[in-house]
């Protein structure tokens, strides 16, 4: 096989007939089955992906003698892993051959954990193991491991990409396709609209000129101040006064804390989640980009677990301040809104239950216990492990309803001043 595999390695069509001569469905299903090697029928071969590519490209170790035994060809040398939106996240552990390979079984491999496939049929049957092209609007492939009871620690419900709406704390997707999304991006840009609908119909501007003249016009007075000096200046107000919260740190430094203990986390696991999002689906071909992405990765889960819970001490703290201060408000600065930091407590929560649930049915992966808060919960979870699968999609979804239910609360909300307070300090002059 050397000899014959080093004269072939440059011409795919020889080398592809070479492997037929043993592997093709030929006259070889007239031997009996126990002598027989591993099946396939050239004519359905050729209409597969990699037809057209050397065999040696998926497997090396074909041209030794006795190859029976070698390992699976890795994907990766060619092929860059999917982004959030086509295989989410939690998929870096599991190889490309247990979704895309035909008549396989996903199965977990003892040693790494990752989750791996083994060949339905045994002996010398007759494979189409080569077809690897996915119906992505069938759930039959995903079905291979999202089943109630399933060993691989898979959610029994298959679940959507993360959405626009999970942005802010999440590595997530421009995508706005699911139903939750939808109907929070709807409520949320309609409660936008009734905000503005005042200064858009009242008074002000040239005579006699409508909502949406009075709309352009205020776009078109945005575009010329990027193209002045003012813009360098409402840059700097910005990022002292938006960013590094000047104001608020000058009224109260006491709720300047508690303002920085939620407001930070969002900013920086935000800023994390879209570096890792631009990153992965660019082309960027370092492991660092795949291991902001990982959440098992030691520092990605220490980054993630210490902000949620920075953000959750921060909403404790804002609620003992606000039950002690009732009657003495800080001029200038808006009065709390319970409910808004009602769901943020929330979602936050439930974030870290769903944390110690993926870690307790994935089996605590290398790296997991950097998720301290999350991996401590997940050990209350570990003799239910493949009990969990089961339930863990419906805690997800009541995760994200709360996410959506927040941002279509946001125009109604005290909260409103994140999105308004940037233009009218923007618009001011600096004092």
């Known amino acids: 096989m050397e000899c014959h595999g080093a004269a072939a390695l440059d011409d795919p069509e020889r080398m592809q007939g070479i492997c037929l001569h043993c592997h093709g469905a030929g006259d070889q299903v007239k031997k009996p089955a126990s002598v027989r090697p591993p099946l396939i029928r050239q004519e359905e071969y050729e209409g597969t992906t990699h037809a057209g590519i050397n065999c040696t490209v998926c497997h090396p170790e074909s041209v030794n003698f006795e190859h029976d035994k070698q390992e699976a060809g890795d994907c990766r040398h060619c092929h860059r892993p999917h982004a959030e939106k086509v295989a989410h996240d939690a998929h870096i552990g599991v190889g490309c051959g247990a979704c895309h390979l035909k008549g396989v079984t996903p199965a977990k491999h003892p040693e790494s954990g990752v989750v791996v496939w083994s060949r339905d049929q045994k002996g010398g049957g007759i494979s189409s193991i080569h077809e690897m092209r996915l119906d992505r609007t069938a759930e039959e492939s995903c079905r291979r491991c999202h089943t109630a009871g399933n060993r691989v620690g898979a959610a029994a419900m298959v679940l959507p990409a993360k959405s626009l709406l999970c942005m802010p704390c999440h590595t997530a997707t421009f995508s706005v396709g699911d139903t939750i999304t939808i109907l929070g991006i709807v409520v949320f840009f309609a409660g936008l609209i009734l905000f503005l609908a005042p200064a858009l119909t009242g008074g002000g501007g ?161 790296g997991s216990a950097y998720a301290f808060l999350g991996y401590g919960i997940s050990r209350i979870f570990a003799d239910w492990s493949s009990t969990i699968t089961g339930v863990y999609g419906y805690v997800w979804y009541v995760h994200a309803v709360l996410t959506g239910a927040f941002i279509a609360y946001l125009p109604f909300s005290r909260l409103l001043h994140i999105i308004i307070a940037p233009w009218v300090l923007a618009s001011r002059d600096e004092h």
Do not use: C
Not at 283 to 301: C, I, Q, R, Y
Not at 314 to 327: F, I, P, S, T
């Open 206 to 366: 040239k005579a006699g000129s409508g909502p949406f003249s009075k709309f352009l016009l205020l776009i078109g007075d945005g575009i010329k101040v990027l193209f002045s000096r003012r813009v360098f200046r409402i840059v700097k107000i910005l990022f002292l006064d938006v960013l590094l919260q000047r104001r608020l740190y000058k009224r109260s430094r006491g709720r300047w804390v508690i303002h920085s203990l939620i407001f930070y986390p969002f900013v920086l696991r935000f800023l994390w989640g879209v570096a890792a999002l631009i990153f992965s689906t660019q082309g960027f071909e370092s492991n660092w980009v795949w291991e902001m992405v990982d959440k098992n990765h030691p520092l990605t889960a220490f980054f993630f677990e210490v902000t949620g819970i920075l953000l959750i001490i921060g909403v404790a703290l804002a609620y003992g301040r606000g039950a002690g201060q009732k009657n003495s408000p800080v001029p200038g600065v808006p009065d709390q809104d319970r409910i808004a930091l009602g769901f943020i407590a929330a979602i936050a929560v439930i974030g870290f239950l769903l944390e110690g649930m993926r870690i307790a049915m994935t089996g605590a992966p290398e």
